[in-house]
């Protein structure tokens, strides 16, 4: 049958004259055209919606909503499931067996899926550029100019050719914009968010710290983790840890995971993001290091910062201040160390993972898709 706008008027106009008339064939044929295309409509949205999704439960909806009292919000629960994921490279274990520990990170990582510890490899290099077909062919290629050139790069000598002060392990966005420290005006509204919550996260700090972590050899709290260090003491107690809510410890800091929530460049979705207090002993150092990606700024609140505490990133010193925000590329080179006397106690910042400003709001969608936790 040829379509015409002609033929397509003559449809509608009978149809007017019959509905008209009180034909009731053709207004039950009216009726159930209408129906049809209201369910098409309903399925199509909830497989667009499904898809969307597919990177887990902790969305920007979800983040936005309050974590229930006395249970674990759906998007956590949800995300229980997911891989062991290690909380830091060279991380030593507390001798804890069980399912929640391993869970809090109490274990050393032994999965080749770990993307802080595993090197990658040639197969790795592949999922990764078939995951970006397969999003593109579900979304767009628009705007994955910087995306296709980083994941066709993966496995090359690129990351050799690049200058030392910055390699990152993982994933490397080319042609962004990249300096060791950053302005606050660079994600304004979260830094100012963060800094308003200081007393709310100083407190919930203070409430999951116990005296055990200041005694050597002593068993660490549940929750907390332990990080190899050259000397003295590393603690971590992580909300998310690349990508994957800590159930347990989120409904022990609900204002924190609340702050979470509000924030709007946390890096919710895509195992470069990770949110968690971290505690340095006196006399401890951070060996030097590169983060996993130059997509994402790490942002240190500080919490307590006693004297001679410094934080190192491509060369460039700089100190903590307690309220305040430092925000950090670390795909640089860095390093942080307590030299400060035992009076003077540990240094916790409450350390978030936010995006570069400089990656747009396509690539985000793109990266939370082919860096999904356990793809």
């Given at each position: 049958m040829e379509w015409s706008l002609e033929r397509m008027r003559e449809w509608v106009a009978g149809g007017m004259q019959s509905v008209r008339e009180c034909e009731g064939g053709a207004l039950g044929?009216?009726?159930?055209?209408?129906?049809?295309?209201?369910?098409?409509?309903?399925?199509?949205?909830?497989?667009?919606?499904?898809?969307?999704?597919?990177?887990?439960?902790?969305?920007?909806?979800?983040?936005?909503?309050?974590?229930?009292?006395?249970?674990?919000?759906?998007?956590?629960?949800?995300?229980?499931?997911?891989?062991?994921?290690?909380?830091?490279?060279?991380?030593?274990?507390?001798?804890?067996?069980?399912?929640?520990?391993?869970?809090?990170?109490?274990?050393?990582?032994?999965?080749?899926?770990c993307f802080r510890c595993a090197q990658p490899a040639e197969g790795f290099n592949q999922r990764l550029y078939q995951s970006l077909q397969e999003y593109a062919k579900r979304y767009t290629w628009a705007g994955m100019g910087r995306v296709h050139k980083g994941v066709r790069a993966q496995g090359r000598s690129l990351p050799c050719s690049r200058p030392s002060i910055q390699k990152p392990e993982v994933f490397f966005l080319p042609d962004l914009p990249s300096a060791p420290f950053f302005s606050r005006e660079a994600q304004k509204h979260d830094v100012e968010l963060l800094e308003r919550s200081f007393a709310a996260l100083l407190t919930e700090f203070e409430c999951v710290y116990r005296l055990p972590l200041a005694r050597p050899n002593s068993p660490l709290p549940l929750g907390w983790k332990v990080n190899s260090t050259p000397r003295g003491h590393w603690w971590t107690f992580y909300l998310v840890n690349q990508g994957t809510p800590m159930a347990l410890n989120a409904r022990r800091c609900p204002r924190a995971w609340r702050v979470l929530g509000q924030l709007r460049t946390f890096i919710a979705n895509n195992v470069f993001g990770n949110a968690c207090f971290s505690v340095l002993s006196p006399g401890a150092i951070i060996s030097e290091h590169y983060g996993p990606t130059n997509v994402r700024l790490r942002c240190h609140l500080g919490l307590k910062v006693p004297s001679s505490c410094e934080l190192v990133v491509g060369g460039e010193p700089q100190c903590w201040s307690e309220g305040s925000c430092l925000l950090f590329d670390d795909s640089f080179l860095h390093t942080a160390f307590h030299e400060g006397s035992s009076e003077g106690g540990p240094r916790v910042v409450f350390m978030v993972d936010l995006w570069h400003p400089n990656v747009a709001a396509a690539e985000r969608q793109a990266l939370d898709y082919i860096f999904t936790p356990g793809r």
């Open positions: 044929t009216v009726l159930c055209l209408a129906l049809l295309f209201i369910w098409y409509c309903y399925r199509m949205g909830c497989e667009q919606t499904g898809s969307a999704l597919r990177g887990g439960g902790y969305t920007p909806e979800a983040r936005g909503s309050a974590l229930p009292s006395g249970g674990l919000a759906p998007d956590l629960s949800s995300r229980l499931a997911a891989p062991k994921i290690c909380q830091a490279r060279g991380g030593a274990s507390s001798g804890g067996g069980s399912s929640e520990e391993e869970l809090n990170g109490f274990a050393y990582c032994q999965s080749p899926e």
